[in-house]
């Protein structure tokens, strides 16, 4: 029998036709203007016209500046935060859909969880802007109570409302991947053993899921560290995160380069993250799934 | 109306002319991409929020058959950003804030005006030749409409006595109640007015500098947030903030007009001036579209409907446009405080507690905007 | 049902309503006569509708995005497949790099992403063209079909394809007549997420479609400038539209599924 291993040395028209779209698309769209990023942090603006160069200045300006440092420390506590937030909050859902629910709910509840990719997430933020203002629904209902009103928007609470508006539903899903795939025997012999329920999800269900609640926190973390919407405008901005300061650097007097500098900054940090992450979910010996 | 059929008849004739040379350019730039706004029947507009609303531009849309299409932009930095990375000949129209046309010069994105072209002889005089559009004895750009820049207020928190000195915004009942909107230049120069550099805000040596940054140290304590145009709106309307410094009227007399309890003065240190003009972008294959456009703009009714633009409402420059108001729509012309028998705007002007607005003079626009990101942080 | 089981039902209930009170809400006040809606409700009232039906620019914004979205999704899932296919069928030094560069775009922020484009294309004259933003939601659509394709990949044998070339089908039949057919349901798939991730996505379009606009980037601006209701009604019609949307896709996609 002819083995895929034999068509694997060949080079072949058939072969380049469905290897190639991929990379040269990425690379024209990807890779180029990545590239051109780092490049622009060695640039400069000459009254308001952006000029090849190689400078450093760029880099000295922004790393020598407080509140790129701040931003810098808010923006990780704020993603760290959510991935740690959104993981908690996820799992025992994922756990009751992957384990618990009857079917007919767990296909309703994909369903439900599959809504908020449809729906734009600017739309979804500003409806959060309605709810959550010092007028908004949550603070009348408060006050019918007694109680507020609650300033729960222009601060952070506003932006991590955002943030898991924007992660949950993600990371719910692939919570629920991950804990689908668990061989159900090995909880069965975990109980079968006299193990608790709450001990057996600690000891056999999270370790054996790990790749996938891992990787739920990782994605977490990278929307969150990027993204410039719940900040902005449930955040208040203030103080400005990361992606705040890239959108200012270009509006106010064109500082592409130093935008760059908070963009290359940010894409080394998350690399970072994501690579620590896929070393902590794949790496470590004897933890093969 | 009168003002528009004369040059739209006119039009016509050339647009034939134009519409040769448009395909000569197109040729010459090939491989060019056609962009679908390059149509003969659509002006292309770089503008603030809210200038391309029918209620200002239908008249102009109706008269001409001409399409209106405005991309918008918050802040002069960010205009001329945008005008940075589009191709040349993107805008027809750019709506500049005054202090920006001289960048816009410099960078070789506007052509200049023919000065008989408007009718500067209906714009009260102090109008009539205003710093930074003349440049060299050139014509650069058209006022269309201004306004003064002080603090907002709510009126339910402070009276006007408590903000008719910058020194409100240390009290201790505002803390966390004293929100910006998110642009260094009004912001700071308001500020500034209120560190002592009075008269001169945005033209400050070293030490006045310093005596600004310690203003702004001194009133971060307050901050309640900074707000984009909406949310400068809603923070004043929900009470997020009771006092905004850096803005004024173009803020509040739409929301008291609804019925907010809100009001803008300009303290005694003084205030600034915000200015937005037109200019005629360069490579615009529609030129005299461009300047029938302007000159509807700046026509007495094109004033007037400019003046209570829904977005955010202003003062005209236009002494036709204030009687075209007063005729037309005289609750607007009391409300916005344009009419000829009382205390009106230009009385304001007069008083000398404005101060024009204008990039910083004597620091770098980098030093500021540095300023600003710290203080925000 | 036990104890902690009712608990952790009523806990997967709140997350729910977390996720989908924005939504709801956003639906509900599209209806509400207020300019600022809140409670008490402020009366029932279509005026957002009328507004953004008779709004050029909201209009001329939605059929953008739903040009640039249905391109996006037949190259993004052509390209998801080539690669899906890639990974599958060959292995080759390089490879890692390879699916590095055609999997990653989605980790990188989409502001990093539209900023890097920007400088891109407005050095190669596309600024301000859909072509711009079609090709940088390419980027990021891409990958997601491929991983959608990919999963589906790993369920077919290795040895059918083979099977098919020992039998005397040419590549390129057995290609038409086994895999992609078996593929068809994550294609499906691959077409409808593509295509709401790119009629959803503003930040790229933000930066690199001057004058235009697509709807988000609309929404976006709307957003900035003014407080306004229409941006409920524009969200509650682009919902419906994208969930009618998506239940075709599953409905064709099982049929296509089924077929085979």
Redesign the interface.
């Known amino acids: 029998?002819?083995?895929?291993?034999?068509?694997?040395r060949r080079i072949d028209g058939?072969?380049v036709?469905?290897?190639?779209?991929?990379?040269l698309?990425?690379?024209?769209?990807?890779?180029?203007?990545?590239g051109?990023?780092v490049a622009?942090t060695f640039w400069v603006v000459k009254?308001?016209?952006?000029t090849p160069d190689f400078v450093l200045r760029n880099w000295e300006r922004m790393f020598t500046?407080?509140?790129f440092w701040?931003?810098y420390v808010y923006t990780f506590e704020l993603a760290l935060l959510v991935a740690v937030l959104a993981s908690v909050?996820?799992f025992?859902?994922a756990?009751?859909?992957a384990f618990?629910?009857r079917p007919s709910v767990r296909r309703i509840?994909i369903f439900?969880?599959?809504?908020?990719?449809?729906?734009?997430?600017?739309?979804?933020?500003?409806?959060?802007k309605?709810?959550l203002?010092?007028?908004?629904?949550i603070n009348?209902?408060f006050g019918w109570v007694g109680l507020g009103p609650f300033?729960m928007?222009?601060n952070a609470f506003g932006a991590v409302i955002g943030y898991?508006?924007l992660c949950?539903?993600l990371t719910?899903m692939i919570q629920y991947f991950a804990l689908s795939n668990v061989d159900r025997s090995l909880i069965g012999a975990a109980h079968n053993l006299g193990c608790g329920?709450l001990r057996t999800t600690f000891t056999v269900t999270i370790p054996a899921a790990r790749i996938g609640l891992i990787l739920a926190a990782t994605f977490a973390f990278?929307l969150t560290?990027?993204?410039?919407v719940s900040p902005?405008?449930l955040g208040?901005?203030?103080?400005?995160t990361l992606?705040i300061?890239?959108?200012?650097q270009?509006?106010?007097?064109?500082?592409?380069p130093r935008?760059?500098v908070v963009?290359v900054t940010?894409?080394v940090t998350?690399i970072t993250v994501?690579f620590s992450a896929l070393f902590a979910a794949y790496g470590r010996p004897g933890a093969r799934r | 109306m009168s003002k528009l059929i004369t040059p739209a008849t006119g039009l016509i004739q050339r647009r034939t002319v134009l519409r040769g040379m448009g395909a000569t350019g197109a040729a010459l730039a090939a491989p060019n991409i056609v962009r679908a706004q390059d149509s003969d029947k659509v002006l292309n507009l770089l503008c603030w929020p809210g200038h391309n609303d029918p209620a200002v531009i239908g008249p102009f849309e109706e008269a001409t058959g001409i399409k209106v299409v405005a991309k918008e932009y918050v802040g002069g930095d960010n205009m001329v950003a945008l005008v940075n990375q589009s191709p040349v000949g993107t805008y027809d129209v750019i709506l500049s804030d005054a202090e920006f046309v001289i960048q816009l010069r410099d960078g070789g994105f506007i052509d200049p005006m023919t000065p008989d072209d408007y009718p500067f002889e209906d714009f009260f005089p102090e109008f009539q030749k205003f710093p930074g559009h003349w440049l060299e004895d050139e014509l650069y750009s058209v006022i269309i409409r201004y306004g003064f820049l002080g603090v907002s207020y709510r009126t339910d928190v402070l009276s006007r006595e408590d903000v008719d000195s910058y020194q409100i915004l240390l009290d201790p009942k505002l803390t966390g109640k004293v929100g910006y909107f998110d642009w260094y230049l009004p912001s700071m120069g308001c500020l500034s007015c209120g560190a002592g550099n009075i008269g001169h805000p945005y033209d400050i040596n070293d030490e006045e500098y310093a005596a600004l940054l310690a203003m702004m140290d001194q009133v971060k304590g307050q901050n309640a947030g900074f707000y984009s145009m909406a949310d400068t709106f809603s923070s004043l309307t929900n009470g997020d903030a009771s006092i905004i410094p850096g803005v004024g009227d173009w803020i509040t007399q739409l929301l008291a007009a609804d019925g907010v309890p809100v009001d803008s003065w300009v303290p005694k240190e003084g205030g600034v001036q915000w200015t937005e003009s037109m200019c005629i972008g360069k490579g615009s294959a529609k030129q005299d579209l461009a300047k029938s456009f302007i000159q509807y703009m700046t026509s007495p009714e094109g004033q007037a409907l400019s003046a209570v633009m829904p977005a955010y409402n202003a003062s005209i420059p236009s002494k036709a446009g204030w009687e075209f108001l007063n005729t037309n729509m005289p609750d607007d012309a009391k409300r916005l405080r344009m009419t000829f028998e009382d205390d009106n705007v230009m009385d304001d002007y007069a008083q000398g507690k404005i101060n024009i607005r204008k990039t910083p003079v004597q620091q770098e626009i980098e030093d500021w905007t540095d300023a600003w990101a710290d203080f925000k942080a | 049902m036990t104890g902690p089981s009712r608990w952790q039902a009523i806990w997967t209930g709140c997350v729910f309503v977390f996720i989908l009170t924005p939504i709801a809400s956003l639906v509900f006040f599209s209806f509400n006569a207020d300019r600022f809606p809140s409670l008490p409700w402020g009366g029932f009232s279509l005026k957002w509708y009328v507004a953004i039906f008779e709004d050029v620019s909201v209009r001329d914004g939605f059929w953008r995005s739903l040009r640039v979205s249905s391109v996006v999704a037949l190259l993004a899932t052509f390209i998801g497949f080539a690669a899906a296919y890639t990974d599958y069928r060959y292995n080759f030094r390089g490879k890692l790099p390879y699916l590095a560069i055609a999997a990653l775009p989605p980790t990188v922020p989409v502001l990093i992403l539209g900023l890097g484009m920007l400088s891109f294309f407005s050095m190669v004259n596309l600024v301000g063209t859909l072509y711009a933003v079609i090709a940088g939601h390419v980027v990021i659509c891409a990958p997601f079909a491929m991983a959608l394709i990919r999963m589906r990949l790993a369920d077919m044998s290795p040895d059918i394809e083979p099977a098919a070339w020992n039998l005397g089908a040419s590549r390129w039949t057995t290609m038409f007549t086994v895999t992609i057919p078996w593929c068809m349901p994550s294609i499906f798939a691959a077409l409808a997420i593509t295509a709401a991730v790119s009629f959803d996505e503003f930040m790229i379009a933000w930066f690199v479609s001057g004058l235009e606009e697509t709807l988000p980037v609309r929404i976006l601006a709307l957003l900035q400038g003014q407080v306004s209701p229409r941006i409920n009604a524009i969200g509650s019609v682009v919902f419906f539209i994208s969930i009618t949307l998506v239940a075709l896709a599953q409905l064709l996609g099982g049929r296509a599924g089924r077929g085979t």
């Open positions: 029998m002819s083995t895929p291993a034999k068509s694997n058939f072969a036709f469905w290897a190639a779209p991929a990379l698309w990425q690379s024209a769209f990807f890779v180029v203007p990545l051109l990023l622009m009254s308001y016209r952006l500046r407080d509140y701040t931003g909050i996820a025992p859902a756990h009751y859909l618990r629910a509840a439900l969880l599959v809504i908020p990719f449809f729906t734009s997430y600017l739309v979804r933020i500003y409806s959060w309605i709810i203002s010092s007028e908004g629904v009348v209902m300033e928007l222009n898991l508006t949950l539903p719910v329920a990278i560290f990027g993204d410039y902005a405008y208040g901005g203030t103080p400005p992606s300061l890239i959108v200012d270009t509006k106010s007097g064109n500082h592409w935008a760059s963009a940010m894409v998350l994501l």
